[in-house]
């Protein structure tokens, strides 16, 4: 069992950055890939990013790709959402998610293991 709690979520403006950390409990969080997902209200929740086991492979959606960086800290048992040059769009509710696999995927359903969510919101 894996319980993950996000935090770092807020309000800030178009261009600004802001970082997501999940801390996940369990002694066994090196054996799971991790993701970061995003639900905007009235819209089905995406892929945002995922990284595997080692943290050595890590794949990003399209949108977000060469403006958020996935990262992880076995030691410390937490994954981080590292986001720059935010847009009003990414604006969402963003979920951690593990998978009891040491390879990730990007499909949601992969995912065992949900946060509770952190909300994002990004101003014009």
């Known amino acids: 069992q894996v319980q993950l709690v996000e935090s770092g979520g807020g309000l800030v403006q178009a261009g600004d950055s802001l970082r997501l950390s999940c801390a996940a409990s369990g002694r066994t969080f090196s054996s799971y890939a991790m993701g970061w997902f995003r639900q905007a209200p009235g819209k089905e929740r995406e892929f945002v990013a995922a990284?595997?086991?080692?943290?050595?492979?890590?794949i990003y959606a399209e949108s977000v790709k060469g403006r958020f960086t996935i990262s992880r800290d076995n030691a410390k048992n937490t994954v981080y959402l590292e986001m720059n040059s935010l847009k009003p769009e990414d604006t969402a509710v963003y979920y951690c998610?593990?998978?009891?696999?040491?390879?990730?995927?990007?499909?949601?359903?992969?995912?065992?293991?949900w946060g509770q969510g952190t909300q994002v919101t990004v101003s014009s």
């Open positions: 990284i595997n086991w080692r943290g050595g492979i890590r």
């Open positions: 998610a593990a998978r009891s696999s040491k390879f990730i995927s990007s499909s949601w359903y992969d995912y065992n293991y």
